[in-house]
């Protein structure tokens, strides 16, 4: 199953632990393909370059980005017609859905969220996907 993470669920997941750093697990695991494009990633690489995530973010940014690039698949972009959201990000996000053929966009965007689907497109939280998709329950985190 294709899933596209949006740039605030990968960074969660990298940089700490719960339900978006479970997605990598899934990955890893098999269970789903990740999915991404070019402008997602060059957002991911702004994004971790962000002075208030310099403590968290240990290694280079690039290699960060290289190995996240390695886990998915990577599409060129589609630009969607008209605005759907007024971050063009968002719309970055929706258009590479549509570009993979992804059945789910985890995001923790609440306006994203309130859509809840864009043609065919379940736009879910990462704890949302678990539950719901994967079929876990939810699990204290361990220190």
């Not at 596209?4 to 960074?11: E, G």
């Not at 008209?82 to 968002?90: E, R």
């Not at 876990?136 to 220190?143: I, V, Y």
Request: with cysteine; hydrophobic share 45%; charged share 25%.
């Amino acid at each position: 199953m294709k899933i596209v993470l949006d740039t605030n669920t990968v960074v969660s997941g990298l940089l700490w632990r719960g339900p978006s750093r479970r997605l990598f697990d899934v990955e890893k695991a098999g269970r789903v393909t990740m999915c991404t494009s070019p402008l997602l990633l060059e957002e991911l690489a702004t994004t971790l370059g962000y002075k208030r995530l310099a403590d968290k973010v240990t290694l280079p940014v690039a290699h960060i980005v290289q190995r996240y690039r390695e886990r998915c698949i990577v599409l060129p972009d589609i630009i969607l017609p008209g605005k759907i959201f007024d971050d063009p990000n968002d719309n970055i996000v929706l258009g590479c859905a549509l570009a993979h053929s992804a059945r789910y966009v985890v995001t923790g965007d609440a306006h994203v969220l309130a859509v809840r689907e864009f043609v065919g497109v379940a736009l879910v939280t990462a704890r949302q996907f678990l539950k719901e998709v994967m079929g876990e329950r939810d699990e204290p985190e361990k220190g």
